[in-house]
């Protein structure tokens, strides 16, 4: 009798290095191209070390295809989350959690914590915070910016003093329904530093139109060192300026920060520690 030679054509797993059957070979690299026509990047990458921990773990089909795409997910909200911080500008990398509360007991915990999970974005409430420099205003602007970013909103933060340029750049070069359009788009914009510097005669109606525009649908946090009462001042005309204060604070939060600079409190730190570093020892005669 003669004996039949296998014919079955064998290659590498690419897997686990155990053979395997072309056919099988075949179906892998199809599921790769799959993935790299769907540009599921992350789980093509992955695919490999998957099957291979499947296969040893007796993972079943559904909790394999759930940890695959889930690798993709994680990329996937990783790359979003990355352009967010990107467009959010954010001047420092300052966060709620960082915040120096006894550095300012007038501060309600509670609130920051409330303003932190970002319900107050779903009703398109404002926050000002207001007080002299130095007192964490910007700090808690910022980290309400990075709460937002990292909860999935598309956040801005600039100074008023850059958005007014911004505006007067546009309508000379005639892109002023561009520009408002673009300070309408994020759901949460943060203007800091409201009152620190001198604004130019044409800022109040830039900042009265962004409100306007975004008034009751996208929130807006301020910071100013200025009080509400001096607002037309700051804007130089009391018409725009009351028209602007009804519409932020029709749905909003005030905060009202007070004490000593932080910035001034280091300062003085630094100062202490380097007397009492450089401080002659003083030996007992003998």
Not at 49 to 61: D, F, G
Not at 192 to 217: H, T
Request: aromatic letters at 6%.
């Amino acid at each position: 009798m003669t004996n039949k030679t296998d014919t079955t054509t064998t290659t590498v797993n690419p897997t686990n290095d155990a053979p395997q059957s072309q056919s099988a070979v075949s179906v892998y690299q199809q599921l790769r191209g799959h993935l790299a026509v769907l540009k599921l990047d992350a789980a093509a990458q992955a695919l490999p070390q998957v099957l291979q921990i499947a296969a040893e773990q007796e993972w079943t089909m559904t909790y394999t295809l759930e940890h695959l795409l889930g690798i993709e997910v994680d990329a996937t909200e990783a790359r979003r989350l990355a352009g967010r911080l990107r467009f959010a500008c954010l001047p420092t990398p300052a966060t709620l959690d960082g915040f120096d509360y006894d550095a300012a007991p007038g501060v309600d915990r509670a609130l920051i914590r409330e303003l932190g999970t970002c319900a107050y974005l779903e009703s398109a409430t404002n926050v000002l915070l207001i007080g002299p420099p130095g007192t964490g205003k910007t700090h808690l602007a910022v980290g309400l910016a990075h709460a937002a970013v990292h909860a999935g909103y598309r956040t801005y933060v600039t100074t008023a003093a850059d958005l007014a340029a911004r505006c007067h750049k546009a309508a000379i070069e005639g892109r002023w329904a561009t520009c408002m359009r673009f300070f309408a788009g994020p759901t949460l914009l943060v203007i800091d530093e409201l009152g620190y510097l001198p604004l130019p005669a044409e800022a109040a109606s830039a900042l009265f139109q962004v409100v306007a525009q975004r008034y009751l649908k996208t929130s807006i946090v301020i910071t100013t060192n200025r009080s509400v009462a001096e607002w037309g001042e700051v804007l130089g005309d009391t018409t725009v300026a009351a028209a602007m204060l009804d519409r932020l604070l029709h749905r909003s939060v005030v905060l009202k920060l007070d004490g000593d600079s932080y910035r001034l409190r280091d300062h003085h730190a630094r100062t202490q520690n380097q007397r009492t570093a450089t401080a002659p020892t003083r030996r007992t005669l003998q």
